[in-house]
């Protein structure tokens, strides 16, 4: 608790109200007094203090692993520095974080990058031919399939990537198709799937 601070009290006499100030700073609170009275009064005021803190792990109402925030003294003191939850936000706390943040930034810009790329190479080729059995009418035995997507992908760029990313049409006969995968959150590769009728081995 705060120490007891004695104020002094400067009268208004019109309402007989006297404001409470301190320091020179006037507090904002008014206590009333018996007008025309000199007196001192022990007014208390309590200063809640807080410290600013780096989450070490994920706290309920304070945020994640690696929050930065600010939490009363006693509540870190007896909580989360004893339970290694949280530490001081120093300077040096405070710039092995930035550069923690820098570090996550330029990978994820490295990756979009990559991903841009593919999906330029995709671009630039164009189309992936698929050849499959057929019956009567060019009806395919079977499906295309996401897998044959990736393998064809893969054949022509050295690159094997998600078949589950991969948005094709329902294919049962031949032709050519548009289809899609999702290089990236931001980034998708766009192409044309053609499927041709498997030659005769003879």
Same mark, same amino acid.
């Given at each position: 608790?705060?120490?007891?601070?004695?104020?002094?009290?400067?009268?208004?006499?019109?309402?007989?109200?006297?404001?409470?100030?301190?320091?020179?700073?006037?507090?904002?609170?008014?206590?009333?007094? !018996?007008?025309?009275?000199?007196?001192?009064?022990?007014?208390? $005021?309590?200063?809640?203090?807080?410290?600013?803190?780096?989450?070490?792990?994920?706290?309920?109402? =304070?945020?994640?692993?690696?929050?930065?925030?600010?939490?009363?003294?006693?509540?870190?003191?007896?909580? =989360?520095?004893?339970?290694?939850?949280?530490?001081?936000?120093?300077?040096?706390? =405070?710039?092995?974080?930035?550069?923690?943040?820098?570090?996550?930034?330029?990978?994820?810009?490295?990756?979009?990058?990559?991903?841009?790329?593919?999906?330029?190479?995709?671009?630039?080729?164009?189309?992936?031919?698929?050849?499959?059995?057929?019956?009567?009418?060019?009806?395919?035995?079977?499906?295309?399939?996401?897998?044959?997507?990736?393998?064809?992908? !893969?054949?022509?760029?050295?690159?094997?990537?998600?078949?589950?990313?991969?948005? =094709?049409?329902?294919?049962?006969?031949?032709?050519?198709?548009? !289809?899609?995968?999702?290089?990236?959150?931001?980034?998708?590769?766009?192409? $044309?799937?053609?499927?041709?009728?498997?030659?005769?081995?003879?």
């Amino acid at each position: 608790m705060a120490a007891a601070q004695i104020m002094q009290f400067e009268g208004l006499r019109s309402t007989g109200v006297r404001q409470c100030v301190t320091s020179g700073l006037t507090s904002g609170r008014t206590v009333s007094a !018996a007008p025309r009275s000199g007196f001192s009064v022990v007014c208390q $005021k309590k200063v809640k203090k807080t410290q600013q803190v780096v989450l070490t792990q994920s706290v309920v109402g =304070l945020g994640g692993k690696g929050t930065l925030t600010k939490v009363p003294n006693g509540y870190f003191r007896n909580f =989360l520095q004893p339970q290694q939850m949280a530490v001081l936000a120093t300077e040096g706390v =405070l710039a092995n974080i930035q550069r923690e943040i820098d570090a996550k930034d330029r990978v994820k810009r490295e990756e979009k990058a990559k991903a841009q790329a593919m999906a330029t190479a995709l671009q630039t080729i164009g189309k992936f031919t698929i050849r499959k059995k057929t019956g009567e009418k060019d009806q395919i035995f079977g499906s295309v399939t996401a897998q044959d997507i990736i393998d064809a992908i !893969a054949q022509q760029t050295g690159r094997t990537l998600d078949k589950r990313e991969v948005t =094709l049409p329902d294919i049962k006969t031949t032709g050519t198709f548009d !289809a899609s995968i999702r290089l990236h959150p931001e980034v998708a590769g766009n192409f $044309k799937v053609v499927v041709q009728r498997e030659k005769n081995a003879n």
